[in-house]
């Protein structure tokens, strides 16, 4: 499957999606640029996994507009 390219706004690093992942008592969660902290999430993994989900729904809906 090829994969889109990701404009700018949207262009992040392996490594700053990880910096965005925390844990608090409750589950794994990340933080969005827009302040809102998406959660709980069973593990990391998951947490990984849905920023990522989360990124191309955003690079979709600005593609849209």
């Known amino acids: 499957m090829q994969q889109d ?3 700018q706004e949207f262009s992040h690093s392996h490594s700053q999606r990880n910096d965005r992942i925390f844990k ?3 589950g794994w969660f990340f933080a969005t ?3 809102l ?3 709980p999430f069973p593990s990391k993994r998951s947490a990984e996994h849905e920023i990522s989900f989360y990124l191309r ?3 979709k809906l ?3 507009s």
């Open 57 to 59: 729904s955003m690079i």
């Open 24 to 26: 608090k008592k409750n």
């Open 37 to 39: 902290d998406m959660g």
């Open 33 to 35: 640029r827009e302040g």
């Open 5 to 7: 390219a990701i404009p």
């Open 62 to 64: 600005s593609k849209a």
